[in-house]
């Protein structure tokens, strides 16, 4: 594995892009990919695959965003490591909190492109939240080794009663979305997601306080 990147937007250099796409036939996100393929084949739509350098079946630590933007398909991946603000807040907020990459599987509640080419980006319709609804089950089930579910955003939020029953004995925590248009809002809002990703870390330590 190339060594983890030290700064937000690694990916806008072709030469890392490149590197980081050699590694997509990594067996511990083989089976993510796969679904991720059957979801696009349903969909009709692309779905951008988990980033090698995190933990794919191994993460103990689900991080549901809400949908992929247009800009996904320059990489393909859902990645902290992507050259746009979302990205960059969210490598920086993972970093302070001190949560290994290892640890963490970056997946969307609404996990296909639903923009149209050139669109520019916008919020899941309800009706794309609920056709999304029954892609989660497969998804837990490919992550045996999950400690907490950290949901960022109002429509990731909405995914929990669905995630409590099928994982009872979960901690889901729930953070505001870290899109640059949020987290520049008021102070309030960097401050709940750093609390939030402290307590995830706090549970994936074993801490309890």
Same mark, same amino acid.
């Given at each position: ?16 892009? /490149? +590197? ?15 679904? /991720?393929?059957?979801i696009?084949?349903?969909?009709? /739509? ?17 991080l ?18 992507s ?13 302070? /909190? ?34 999304? +609804? ?7 089930d490919?992550l ?66």
């Amino acid at each position: 594995m190339p060594a983890e990147p030290q700064a937000p937007k690694s990916l806008a250099d072709p030469g890392a892009l /490149a +590197a980081r796409r050699a590694l997509i036939e990594a067996p511990h996100i083989a089976p993510i990919r796969a679904l /991720a393929a059957r979801i696009s084949a349903e969909r009709g /739509a692309p779905v951008p695959i988990p980033d090698p350098l995190d933990g794919g079946v191994g993460a103990r630590m689900l991080l549901l965003l809400e949908t992929p933007g247009p800009a996904v398909l320059r990489t393909g991946f859902v990645t902290r490591d992507s050259a746009n603000g979302t990205a960059a807040n969210l490598f920086r907020f993972l970093a302070e /909190a001190g949560i290994p990459r290892a640890d963490t599987l970056i997946w969307n509640a609404v996990p296909w492109l639903i923009h149209q080419e050139g669109a520019l980006n916008r919020a899941p319709r309800r009706s794309e939240v609920a056709a999304a +609804a029954p892609y989660l089950a497969p998804l837990l089930d490919l992550l045996p080794r999950l400690a907490v579910a950290v949901l960022a955003g109002r429509y990731a939020a909405e995914t929990e009663p669905a995630i409590a029953a099928l994982r009872p004995a979960l901690p889901v925590i729930r953070i505001p979305h870290p899109s640059p248009t949020y987290v520049c809002t008021a102070p309030e809002v960097p401050a709940r997601i750093r609390r939030g990703l402290s307590e995830a870390a706090k549970l994936l330590n074993g801490a309890t306080g």
